[in-house]
């Protein structure tokens, strides 16, 4: 229990995403968040105004990683095929540390002023990525019968349902979900492990 | 609009997927269903006696659907890769006929006896495509170092996300993003049309 130790506003972001990833955010109030917490609701409304405020504060996290991914060499420098490489990499990695915080993401509908911009943010990285298979495209490294956006969609649509059903201390650790996610999205099911059928 | 026509069950269940789909299934209230269909919520409440039982029959849908696929001829004979590659397609297809059923199905968390038993049916149809990848393996078609159970919810996890973004009459229709799917999970980027680098 948390309960003891004075909260601050990260910490209690931190819960009440937890508590939005496992209950739904429409489907969790700030009573359960309160709860969660240990905390009275008077004690969450002293450090943010309203569930959109946690809301909104996740998601910053959630995008800010993303694109903090985006900026780092691997991602920027050289042939656009390791680049994407590096980038579903380190995304899946990002899945299992911000947890909660990308569950809470990828399960957002743009119904609001706060979970509009994080759409739109999320498209933004999806069109980058969308780029960069277009470039390892016309660097020869990919199938050019791939349409870009559809494909970035697709990878993520298979990184993002980690969230789904990924269970911290299950019989599968992050290392061989990576590695799997990686050979499946560049190689795919018959990869160079596979006799030609 | 169908506000004039009779309503049977099925034609509301038709309307209150639709509703669950766009506003989530907590987020979804009756007087939201009652709306969408035209007619008032005493007119529901003569058809079904709770919103769970419209959840139930949506989920019993899409189960059906995805059990059905893996009944048909080309699911059961033949070689494993090819067994594989149709119930991946029949999938995808399916996720175009019956969009609302199965982003609700796929978005369920198991919180009651209704929503438990779909999430357990659920499994039992990743376990049924594990086999199938295990088998695929075993007869040389799938690179060995996939983990059958794992594949299995990669795979589901890219064409699941179908939901999340696919909009009728978008640019890419079904077609496309059937190929495409079934391109990447079998070939991945890399693919026969990719140079090697």
């Known amino acids: 229990m948390e309960a003891r130790k004075p909260y601050d506003i990260d910490r209690l ?6 508590v ?8 969790a109030s700030m009573d359960d968040v309160a709860r969660a917490a240990g905390i009275t609701k008077a004690g969450i409304y002293h450090h943010v105004a309203a569930k959109e405020a946690l809301l909104e504060r996740g998601l910053r996290r959630a995008l800010d990683a993303l694109f903090a ?8 420098e050289g042939a656009a095929i390791r680049r994407l490489e590096h980038i579903v990499h380190r995304v ?3 899945t299992f540390t911000l947890l909660p915080e990308l569950t809470v993401l990828f399960r957002v509908r743009a119904n609001s002023p706060v979970t509009r911009e994080a759409v739109e943010r999320r498209r933004a990285f999806d069109r980058l990525v969308a780029g960069l298979i277009r470039q390892a495209q016309s660097e020869g490294a990919i199938a050019a019968t791939f349409d870009p956006a559809l494909a970035s969609r697709l990878i993520f649509g298979m990184s993002n ?4 059903w990924y269970h ?3 019989q599968l650790g992050p290392a ?3 590695a799997a996610v990686e050979n499946l999205v560049f190689d795919g099911l018959r990869g160079p492990g596979a006799g030609a059928v």
Do not use: Q
Request: aromatic share 6%; net charge negative.
């Open 92 to 94: 899946v990695e990002a």
């Open 176 to 178: 061989e979900i990576a």
């Open 13 to 18: 972001t931190d819960v009440a995403l937890r």
């Open 168 to 170: 911290p201390g299950g």
């Open 161 to 164: 349902s980690l969230v789904e």
């Open 69 to 76: 991914i985006a900026e780092e060499p691997e991602a920027r």
């Open 20 to 27: 939005f990833a496992e209950r739904g955010y429409d489907g």
